[in-house]
């Protein structure tokens, strides 16, 4: 069945570091993907996402390119900000399949991220 | 409100009780998902409804678990004699057609079971 993994946190950085959170997926068919924050205390919001193979996903600094040839869909930001500590969960949906689970997003664990002052 | 809504915040029960939670979804969202997050586990898909379709059940872990929703308004995820393993914060998005992947999610309710 579908299925995302993705890299187990918490992750901590200082401000203004690299980031990387991997993330690989299994599918039948062509999924969309889509990567999911939720900062502390609020409920998880959108927060990039992409629907074939090649397209970049991007917003509030944050990147991540589908690649079909390696199953992956790694979330990047090349300067973090204190303001990005939150929980980022990378998921899936198939855009195939509306029948049964029509609609049914597929998450991973989640990646906590810290970013130090 | 302008987002999903979801009550209580926090429920904690004794084992064997039944509890009963509720989500008020973004108005004119016609598509309404329940989840539950496990402490250190992704979120678990539990039942989907979309507008007056039948929902799809596929992800109650247990007949325990049962989930109603009036035309496009609220839902109540009811969840009969709790058990222990049923302590998760329980999750519930709207979306505004089953086509539509961005999913609005509430905070959620964290659930005890002592």
């Known amino acids: 069945g579908n299925s995302v993994t993705q890299m187990e946190g918490p992750v901590t950085l200082s401000e203004e570091a690299f980031l990387t959170i991997n993330c690989t997926y299994t599918a039948t068919g062509y999924p969309s993907l889509f990567w999911y924050v939720q900062y502390p205390g609020e409920g998880l919001q959108l927060l990039l996402k992409a629907t074939k193979a090649d397209d970049k996903g991007s917003n509030k600094g944050f990147e991540a390119t589908y690649r079909k040839e390696t199953t992956s869909f790694h979330l990047e930001k090349g300067s973090v900000q204190v303001s990005d500590s939150a929980v980022y969960f990378c998921?899936?949906?198939?855009?195939?399949?509306?029948?049964?689970?029509?609609?049914?997003?597929?998450f991973g664990k989640g990646t906590k991220l810290s970013v130090k002052p | 409100g302008a987002g999903v809504s979801q009550s209580p915040s926090n429920k904690v029960t004794e084992k064997g009780k039944d509890v009963e939670l509720r989500c008020d979804p973004i108005?004119?969202?016609?598509?309404l998902y329940w989840y539950r997050q496990r402490l250190g586990q992704g979120l678990e898909f539990l039942i989907y409804?979309?507008?007056?379709?039948?929902?799809?059940k596929s992800g109650l872990p247990s007949d325990r678990f049962s989930a109603e929703r009036t035309g496009e308004s609220v839902s109540t995820l009811t969840i009969q004699r709790t058990q222990q393993e049923d302590s998760a914060v329980y999750l519930c998005?709207?979306?505004?057609?089953?086509?539509?992947?961005?999913?609005?999610f509430g905070s959620g309710t964290q659930l005890s079971v002592l």
């Open positions: 998921a899936l949906s198939d855009g195939m399949n509306y029948g049964g689970s029509q609609g049914n997003l597929i």
């Open positions: 998005a709207s979306s505004l057609s089953r086509d539509n992947e961005k999913l609005f």
């Open positions: 409804f979309q507008g007056n379709s039948a929902p799809d």
């Open positions: 108005s004119g969202h016609t598509a």
